[in-house]
């Protein structure tokens, strides 16, 4: 399947969007959105330079003392030293050399491949599939579990409720569901629209904000619970109640207990479909502790008036209401408990398995949540089995590498960290990603060899000791058919591979081909084998589903189509609402549990067994407010897809004297004499960035917003506690776990002071190559 000769445009797609690649004379000049598409996401332009621009690995690379020395080589000199370009054979032959000996030397269980990031959207070149395919063929690895974006919410909600995927996708209310009879929707973490731009997977349509203006035509009340004005758009008129990050589930008590002591909730849905309330009450009413979790409790926690959380309780009794909670709520110390009260706040209400009512986690943080669907599953790279029986909770890899024989706990385990000795990563950037970058930085000195496949040089493949250049979705052939969107689409190759890259299943087919595992890894199939493959297995699986899909060539050619209109929209819980004794929850009661037993027994001091505000490590009512008084927001960027495309000219045109920008109130501005377009330093004892300054009152004093994914730029490269030039916050948020029962990140209990940048502005080099060795080998 080449590029055929004379084609203008090639039907592709991403995580952010359909497209027809426009290409002339073998060179791709513009990405034409979707013509189904209503809302086309505003990043989609930035792939056309990022795919020709100058930091794109090109040609196999070996860091330059461990070509020389080995694993012998200094690992502190890891993201400083140059690399030098070599052969692909060589580069192959020293990567599949150390696989080989960490395998014989140590076992398979110290090598850690979990390589955590979204790459293609592609259902066979997808990275993380394919590099957990190679290491299960090649004798195994440590994988990862969970999920920065909703680990915590993964945990808990499956104790509770039911299990993450179908709560909040298979089952989750559709959009037409709300729109039809929703009056009122409660937005913790409100419903960021820039968030929406993406679904993980490929977007085909983007629905989110028909979504939106289908409830608001409707009549249907927004109310924003945020630091952030933005997080639902003014077009919508919400009402805005800032609050203090990391209090929600503060507050959800006090509306909780105001239902409660108002004789607001509805007390026949308490006894028939939940267990536990027995048990929660006392708390709730301080009988158990001696602090009644009131308004007036809560407005010293939250900053947000008594009368405003009575009166929003009392409006949420009234009305049909649904409580939506955004993934970034759960991001933060103790973020299980939020999800859990999101819960039972609705609970509470009544409402749950009823149109527009009840609960949702997640809209608005990705495309498909909520979009209107019909569930389908299809097909995808078989991984195989994996040998090695270890895994860690995602957020934990600096833990993991920099405390081997390490004991930890996770959701009711005792649990022993690995000896890693190899790390493998595709497809992802922990630097974007991970909490800590000074730890991590530290962290991965500790391995013996680090191999990256990357399409650009990242801070993860600058910190790399072998480098494979790999290619982008427009250079090789795939298929875009996600659970959650009802567009599907071939992905044609539409341009040559740029310098000498390859993608993931050629990398490994020649690691494998050296390793002795090449048939166990193809299973003998090429590229267009396998699609059409799973092809076949997606034809039938549709038949047995009761629809059709056409044969593969009819596919390939007609290019995106639509599939999987639902009957009618989704409702969460309506059939257990209906029959509770016939649909029984996966919950040990079969009930939504206020109280859990399981999770009782875990015996978690950091965890108990009914939700409970607990005070996070940092925030603004703490000790440490008074040394950093501005709580920092690391939220998702709206000018790319996490760190993706950063290199682009969206994600580029948005920087502020080549800074990644950020927002803070007028108020906090003036007292440190600071003014938007200037460049502050960012700083606390974790570390310290630089970034350009927007002031606006659509932050909240007290209160700094500062989008993930400027790449790690820092100004000592390979240097533990560096400035990083760029503005990535990472350098800036603690690497600890939100609790022993889920251990997901907590990027979102972050203090931070800010100041004026004074004196001559460091070069921003994170878009620049390092140096690099021309040699002959």
């Known amino acids: 399947m080449a590029v055929e000769v004379g084609s203008k445009r090639f039907p592709t797609a991403t995580h952010w969007g359909t497209y027809h690649a426009e290409v002339e004379d073998g060179h791709l000049v513009a990405m034409r959105d979707y013509e189904k598409d209503p809302s086309p996401a505003i990043i989609g332009p930035g792939i056309v330079d990022a795919v020709y621009d100058h930091v794109r690995v090109r040609r196999p690379m070996v860091r330059r003392s461990f070509l020389e020395k080995g694993i012998a080589a200094d690992t502190a000199e890891r993201g400083a030293e140059p690399f030098v370009a070599v052969p692909w054979d060589m580069a192959l032959d020293l990567a599949a050399a150390q696989i080989g000996r960490v395998r014989n030397e140590h076992g398979n269980g110290s090598i ?40 915590a919410f993964e945990v808990m909600i499956k104790h509770v409720c039911a299990e993450m995927r179908t709560v909040m996708l298979d089952m989750a209310t559709q959009w037409p569901a709300i729109a039809s009879d929703c009056e009122l929707l409660v937005a913790f973490g409100g419903i960021p629209q820039k968030n929406g731009q993406v679904t993980s997977g490929g977007v085909g349509r983007h629905t989110l904000n028909e979504g939106l203006q289908a409830c608001y035509d409707a009549g249907v009340e927004f109310v924003n619970i945020s630091p952030l004005r933005n997080d639902i758009m003014a077009t919508f008129d919400p009402e805005w109640i800032p609050i203090r990050p990391n209090t929600d589930a503060a507050l959800m008590l006090a509306l909780a207990h105001t239902l409660v002591v108002d004789n607001l909730y509805d007390e026949e849905f308490i006894a028939r479909y939940t267990v536990g309330f027995d048990r929660f009450r006392p708390y709730l009413l301080g009988e158990s502790d001696g602090q009644t979790k009131d308004v007036d409790w809560a407005e010293v926690i939250t900053g947000i008036p008594a009368e405003t959380v009575r009166d929003l309780a009392h409006r949420m009794a009234d009305n049909r209401t649904m409580i939506a909670t955004a993934w970034g709520i759960q991001r933060g110390d103790h973020g299980e408990q939020p999800v859990w009260l999101t819960m039972v706040l609705a609970a509470l209400i009544g409402q749950i398995g009823l149109p527009g009512g009840g609960f949702g986690i997640g809209y608005g943080s990705e495309n498909g949540i909520g979009n209107p669907v019909k569930v389908f599953s299809w097909p995808a790279l078989p991984q195989g089995k994996n040998p090695v029986d270890d895994f860690i909770p995602v957020a934990r890899i600096s833990d993991l590498l920099l405390n081997p024989g390490g004991i930890y ?17 595709a497809g992802g950037n922990p630097f ?87 048939d166990v890894y193809t299973e003998g199939r090429d590229e267009e084998e396998w699609l059409r493959h799973l092809w076949d297995q997606a034809r039938q699986r549709a038949g047995g589903a009761g ?86 927001i690391s939220n998702q960027p709206s000018t790319r897809l996490h760190s993706q495309l950063d290199s682009g000219s969206v994600s580029r045109g948005s920087k502020i004297q080549g800074r990644e920008p950020m927002t803070m109130h007028p108020d906090d501005a003036k007292e440190r004499g600071i003014s938007s ?61 939100t609790s022993s029962l889920a251990q997901g990140p907590t990027a979102h209990s972050t203090l931070v002071e800010v100041e004026r940048f004074e004196g001559l502005l460091p070069e921003v080099t994170a878009h620049s190559p390092p140096v690099i060795i021309e040699q002959e080998i």
């Not at 070149?125 to 190679?134: D, I, N, Y």
């Not at 939700?611 to 920092?632: C, N, R, S």
């Open 677 to 737: 377009g200037e460049v502050v330093r960012v700083y606390n004892d974790r570390g310290a960035c630089l970034a350009g300054v927007i002031v606006t009152a659509s932050v909240m004093p007290g209160v700094i917003q500062l989008a993930t994914g400027a790449w790690y730029d820092p100004d000592q490269p390979g240097r533990i506690g560096a400035t990083c030039k760029h503005g990535n916050p990472n350098v800036l948020t603690h690497d600890k776990g």
């Open 112 to 151: 850690f491949a979990g390589s955590y990031g979204w790459g293609s959207s592609g259902r066979f070149h997808h990275a993380q599939s394919q590099v957990h395919r190679f290491m299960n063929a090649a004798g195994g690895y440590v994988r990862h579990q969970n999920s920065y974006s909703h680990a």
């Open 547 to 632: 629809f059709e899909l056409p044969d593969f060539e009819t596919f390939w050619r007609e290019g995106p189509r639509e599939v999987l209109a639902p009957e009618k929209p989704m409702v969460l819980l309506e059939d257990f609402r209906n029959d509770p004794e016939a649909n029984t929850l996966t919950t040990p009661s079969g009930r939504l549990e206020i109280f859990s037993k399981t999770i009782d027994a875990f015996n978690y001091e950091d965890c108990p067994g009914h939700p409970v505000w607990m005070e996070p490590y940092e925030w603004l009512g703490g000790i440490k407010a008074e040394t950093y008084p501005l709580h920092m």
């Open 409 to 425: 706990d996770y959701d009711g385990e005792r649990r022993t960290y690995a000896d890693i000795r190899l790390v493998y990563w």
């Open 432 to 518: 974007h990603h991970h909490q800590d970058i000074n730890r991590l930085v530290e962290a991965l000195r500790r391995p013996e060899c680090v191999i990256v496949n990357e399409i650009h040089w990242t801070a993860m493949a600058r910190y790399a000791d072998i480098v494979f250049p790999a290619t982008t979705a427009l250079e090789r052939n795939d298929l875009m058919m996600c659970h959650w969107e009802p567009t599907i689409t071939p992905m044609h190759k539409a341009i040559e591979p740029v310098g000498e890259s390859r993608n993931d299943y050629e990398i490994f087919s020649g690691l494998a081909a050296r390793l002795g595992c090449l």
